[in-house]
T-cell receptor, first 115, second 112 residues
Framework: EPEVTQTPSHQVTQMGQEVILRCVPISNHLYFYWYRQILGQKVEFLVSFYNNEISEKSEIFDDQFSVERPDGSNFTLKIRSTKLEDSAMYFC?????????????FGDGTRLSIL | SQQGEEDPQALSIQEGENATMNCSYKTSINNLQWYRQNSGRGLVHLILIRSNEREKHSGRLRVTLDTSKKSSSLLITASRAADTASYFCATALQGGSEKLVFGKGMKLTVNP
């Protein structure tokens, strides 16, 4: 069964550094998402992406965050200048036709640790 | 309560027993989805129920949705040790939003 893959599985970065988290969504999917889960807390929506542009973003997704689909297969999340509070598990997800009748399929996540 | 809140927060049962998890939410939804998360892993989609549906089955899973009470339940029948995981309900809100709103999750332990 096709799946969403994320790399790296664990990223350790110094505060203030830029980090790029990578995702390969399911190949025929059209909608892409990033979520994060701070340890012990809820999974929180960050951003959705469709037709090469952001379709929705949360208040967490400030100017330090950006997303890109640089080619036909990858979907990346960049944090420009990381803060301690960015430490979390970051999940990428994709869906075929949007949310109304299609589930979102998640990757295994990237654990981001900011030192 | 917040959008998507599971109850109980933790449940421990014996293999073979049934496990029931409840989810309550506050605002109108397009659909409600249940996910499982094994420790340190991603979220695995289990089942999606639309707002105009009342019950759905998938293998040993049965989900109900009561939009008048803004609640859903997930029943796992004949549980197995492999069902040990955290379970989350997530709501897709009405109004065109693409995001899923997750609850805090419920930890299920199935003892062999």
């Amino acid at each position: 069964e096709p799946e969403v893959t994320q790399t790296p599985s664990h990223q350790v970065t110094q505060m203030g550094q830029e980090v790029i988290l990578r995702c390969v969504p399911i190949s025929n999917h059209l909608y892409f998402y990033w979520y994060r889960q701070i340890l012990g807390q809820k999974v929180e929506f960050l951003v959705s992406f469709y037709n090469n542009e952001i379709s929705e973003k949360s208040e967490i997704f400030d100017d330090q965050f950006s997303v890109e689909r640089p080619d036909g297969s990858n979907f990346t999340l960049k944090i420009r200048s990381t803060k301690l509070e960015d430490s979390a598990m970051y999940f990428c997800a994709s869906s075929g036709r949007g949310l109304f009748d299609q589930p979102q399929h998640f990757g295994d996540g990237t654990r981001l640790s900011i030192l | 309560s917040q959008q998507g809140e599971e109850d109980p927060q933790a449940l421990s049962i014996q293999e073979g027993e049934n496990a029931t998890m409840n989810c309550s939410y506050k605002t109108s939804i397009n659909n409600l989805q249940w996910y499982r998360q094994n420790s340190g892993r991603g979220l695995v989609h289990l089942i999606l129920i639309r707002s105009n549906e009342r019950e759905k089955h998938s293998g040993r899973l049965r989900v109900t949705l009561d939009t008048s009470k803004k609640s859903s339940s997930l029943l796992i029948t004949a549980s197995r040790a492999a069902d040990t995981a955290s379970y989350f309900c997530a709501t897709a809100l009405q109004g065109g939003s693409e995001k899923l709103v997750f609850g805090k999750g419920m930890k299920l332990t199935v003892n062999p």
